[in-house]
């Protein structure tokens, strides 16, 4: 078992009000012929978007026979309402579809990346992006959203870090928890929340290489110590649906994989919700070479628990002959209805399939002011801060003659993939937010310098900026990856700066001389920066900040907002490092025992560049010492810890202060250092906190060889700081 927790009801429903909703389904259910129970578990593409390979989009014709049950990639009012009546008014039973599409990190007012947001470690600012994102979107008459994603990712060369929270489980599962509050609000029969789908189950972030759709092979101990707790902190917050991962795991795909989808999701953790595929996914088990043909295929992913076929049509194509020819079950097929039935009812679908189209709304609502200035709020907090020699930043207000050099400064290319219904036109530019910043007297001098695609080593657009650079009182460097770099199948090999990029750096950090030097790097994954770390003094991380992208980072590099990130995930030294994360187990050879027979490497560091949690402020906070009551409790003690947290600087700042933990000695090797807690302080100049953390059995849990959780005693080590790598340790005993 994983733990003894199950997954909570979809939506969190009361039994009393599930029940009525299942009554709603029965009587449902119980006029449907086999062929229309098939077309409800049919997802088909519309129009409006493109998330995967080019599908056919002429849909009407089955929306009309009842044989599908969802429209993914349909949004606005006008579309979803003309798409809604081909059903309600021309198929028998006036089933209303299920419309979805992928809300990634917003609909229209774009907020950063996901992984940019779990930068911020700010779990409110998260839950309230997500429910501006419901809001919007259910304003357009979406009712369905294939977010969040919880892979745990540990390759920064996979391209679809960018859309989850990192290398940790526990940072993950609280941010997967947050999401779903906010996606799904506190009623699923209000007309501005959606369904959440968490996603992609399972262990999608392990594929090997870092390489899009390749294999996953692990132990299943890991599988569930470290992949699979997000999935279960979003099924126990609610979330209403679950959707397969693209890999194999163990030589068996996601999408048709006992193990996940009948063992531990539905007889373990009892989730009562619906599940269904990827885009293909069905599909892709002939190429994966585990199904011969399209009946196989459909047989295999029903059988091991898929509702929904996202998709490629074969359900429709097959499951009817298989179950005449008692392949599958009508009972799983009607199994695998209710669950599609029970979410349209919750929604409200089934009393009013209109209930989400509304113009009024939906002009009110996209892109209004206060979700702009939530949007900029939360860009500005996800911005880490990874180095300040020289105390560069903040730019001081006098700075009225800036150089922008780089090919992310002047472009409205800054809201990242899986960007929604957002639209460049409202993005602002780098250059657009510091001239707001500094108003109309200041000169922004632009020069793009090189660009940022992959390939491209064109350096003669340098010496312009050099040009640029003689003329300024500070220089801001605006470098990092184009969108479509970071994004589903966007793997690199070289996650280092694009283009000739480090060449402009290299170049206009020469000329600059005594005149500051500020680099903003634009990206979706860590980078490789060792070379540009090496000689630039001042770095801020800006991810892909959304839609007020420019006057976010105005924000932060003219001191308005102090930065307060921390990194979800750990910056290499070398992609030769990768995958490289904080948790790992120590080696019966460690660096540092002998120095030559140990676990390193010959040319490099053991360490990453930037290790997870670490970020800088622009004043300086002081640790006290750790305290707490006893050195030795009881396995069901909790031991209470605590320290002093003071702003020893000049400005107001928040910190991020963590709680590591380390069991020592065990039945299985665990980890040098697990975060298990972490508060965010916001501290005046001056003023002082005290921290407390509870350590409870919980914590001090693990999966054992046989796969239990328990907790053992011995010797645990307590560790608190500003990031993985700092903190005064002290230790307790369990006895």
């Not at 077309?39 to 998330?51: K, L, P």
């Not at 290489?209 to 609610?238: C, I, K, Q």
């Not at 930043?393 to 990242?416: E, F, H, S, W, Y």
């Not at 608190?720 to 790598?725: L, Q, V």
């Amino acid at each position: 078992m994983l733990s003894d927790r199950k997954a909570g009801l979809p939506f969190g429903v009361d039994r009393e009000r599930d029940q009525a909703l299942c009554e709603q389904v029965e009587a449902l259910l119980s006029q449907m012929t086999l062929e229309e129970k098939i077309g409800q578990m049919n997802q088909v593409a519309g129009s409006r978007d493109t998330t995967g390979a080019p599908a056919n989009t002429d849909i009407e014709a089955d929306v009309r026979a009842g044989r599908v049950g969802s429209v993914f990639n349909a949004f606005g009012v006008e579309f979803t309402r003309e798409l809604q009546q081909q059903t309600i008014e021309h198929s028998r039973l006036g089933i209303p579809l299920l419309f979805g599409y992928d809300i990634i990190h917003g609909f229209r007012t774009i907020f950063p990346i996901p992984l940019g947001q779990a930068a911020s470690w700010h779990l409110e600012g998260i839950e309230r992006a997500a429910r501006i994102m419901a809001e919007e979107g259910a304003a357009a008459g979406v009712h369905w959203t294939f977010a969040p994603m919880v892979d745990i990712s540990r390759d920064p060369r996979w391209g679809r870090v960018m859309e989850g929270a990192g290398e940790d489980v526990l940072l993950t599962s609280r941010i997967a928890r947050a999401q779903v509050r906010g996606i799904q609000g506190a009623d699923p029969g209000a007309t501005d929340t959606l369904a959440a789908c968490v996603k992609h189950y399972a262990a999608y972030g392990a594929a090997e290489a870092g390489r899009e759709y390749n294999t996953v092979d692990m132990s299943e101990w890991r599988l569930r110590e470290h992949y699979l707790p997000p999935f279960l902190a979003a099924l126990d917050e609610g979330c209403a649906s679950v959707m397969t991962a693209f890999n194999t795991l163990n030589a068996i795909p996601a999408t048709c994989h006992p193990l996940l989808l009948d063992q531990i999701l539905r007889r373990e953790w009892g989730f009562k919700g619906m599940v269904v595929t990827d885009y293909t996914a069905v599909m892709e088990l002939e190429c994966h070479g585990v199904a011969e043909d399209a009946s196989e295929a459909t047989r295999k992913s029903v059988n091991a628990g898929v509702d929904m076929d996202m998709q490629s049509g074969y359900f429709v194509e097959t499951l009817s002959e298989l179950v005449q020819g008692g392949q599958v079950d009508e009972a799983r097929i009607d199994e695998a209805v209710r669950r599609i039935l029970w979410l349209k009812a919750a929604l409200g679908l089934l009393d009013d399939p209109y209930r989400y189209a509304d113009t009024e709304r939906e002009a009110q609502c996209l892109l209004s002011e206060p979700h702009r200035r939530a949007a900029r709020e939360q860009a500005a907090e996800s911005m880490v801060l990874l180095k300040n020699d020289g105390h560069v930043l903040p730019l001081m207000d006098q700075c009225q003659k800036v150089a922008l050099i780089g090919p992310l400064g002047n472009t409205q290319r800054l809201l990242g993939s899986w960007r929604g219904n957002g639209d460049h036109d409202d993005t602002v530019t780098l250059r657009e937010g510091i001239a707001n910043r500094l108003g109309e007297d200041a000169v922004i001098l632009c020069a793009q310098g090189a660009s940022n695609q992959i390939g491209d080593t064109d350096t003669a657009g340098i010496e312009d900026a050099l040009e640029v650079v003689r003329q300024a009182d500070v220089v801001v460097l605006a470098l990092g990856e184009d969108e479509d770099y970071a994004d589903e199948a966007a793997s690199r090999a070289d996650i280092g700066l694009p283009g000739a990029q480090l060449e402009l750096a290299r170049r206009v950090l020469a000329e600059a001389g005594d005149t500051p030097v500020a680099t903003v790097l634009f990206n979706g994954r860590p980078m490789d920066l060792t070379e540009l770390d090496a000689m630039a003094p001042a770095l801020l991380e800006a991810w892909w900040p959304g839609t007020e992208a420019g006057n976010a980072v105005a924000d932060v590099l003219f001191g308005d907002v102090n930065p307060s990130g921390r990194l979800p995930m750990s910056f290499p030294v070398s992609v030769g490092q990768v995958p490289i994360y904080y948790n790992a187990f120590n080696t019966g050879r460690p660096k540092g025992v002998d120095p030559k027979y140990a676990s390193q490497y010959l040319d490099i560091p053991n360490a990453p560049l930037y290790p997870f949690g670490f970020g800088l402020s622009y004043t300086t906070f002081d640790y006290g010492p750790i305290e707490m009551a006893c050195t030795e409790i009881a396995s069901e003690d909790t031991l209470e810890v605590r320290l002093t947290v003071t702003n020893t600087g000049e400005r107001a700042g928040i910190e991020v202060v963590q709680l590591y933990l380390q069991d020592v000695s065990a039945s299985v090797v665990r980890p040098i250092r697990e975060l298990k807690d972490f508060q965010r302080l916001s501290l005046a100049p001056g003023d002082s906190e005290c921290v407390t953390f509870q350590i409870t059995p919980d914590m001090r849990h693990f999966l054992n060889a046989e796969l239990d959780s328990v907790q053992e005693p011995g010797l645990f080590r307590v560790q608190i700081g500003h990031c993985s790598e700092s903190g005064e340790e002290i230790e307790f005993r369990v006895v």
